[in-house]
Nanobody, 117 residues
Framework: QVNLVESGGGLVQPGGSLRLSCSGSGIIFGFYEVRWYRQALGKQRELIAGMDRGGNRNYADSVKGRFTISRDNSENTIDLQMNSLKPEDTAVYYC???????????WGRGTQVTVSS
């Protein structure tokens, strides 16, 4: 059984940093495209960062230059380093592991990030 668990969320002041981590059991992240999404209250879930199996990264314009996605194959985690946080970054953050063939799409339950003074 596959299980993804996010951690590292919390309350941070504007301009601060947080590092989110997603640990996986029953799955090897290196075989998947891995992504971070977020969903703010009253808004749709949005893709903010992704990494393919080759290590190529992409980011939403809203977080480019501030957030960094990484994968630790030895620990089997997906991390999201978030710097220069803004109040508009407040959301529940979800990790996702996706594979097209054979089809697989796994999600964590999310971790709350609140940016407020």
């Amino acid at each position: 059984q596959v299980n993804l668990v996010e951690s590292g969320g919390g309350l941070v002041q504007p301009g601060g940093s947080l590092r989110l981590s997603c640990s996986g059991s029953g799955i090897i992240f290196g075989f998947y495209e891995v992504r971070w999404y977020r969903q703010a209250l009253g808004k749709q879930r949005e893709l903010i960062a992704g990494m393919d199996r080759g290590g190529n990264r992409n980011y939403a314009d809203s977080v480019k230059g501030r957030f960094t996605i990484s994968r630790d194959n030895s620990e089997n985690t997906i991390d999201l380093q978030m710097n220069s946080l803004k109040p508009e970054d407040t959301a529940v953050y979800y990790c996702n592991a996706f594979r097209q063939f054979p089809g697989a799409d796994y999600w964590g339950r999310g971790t709350q990030v609140t940016v407020s003074s």
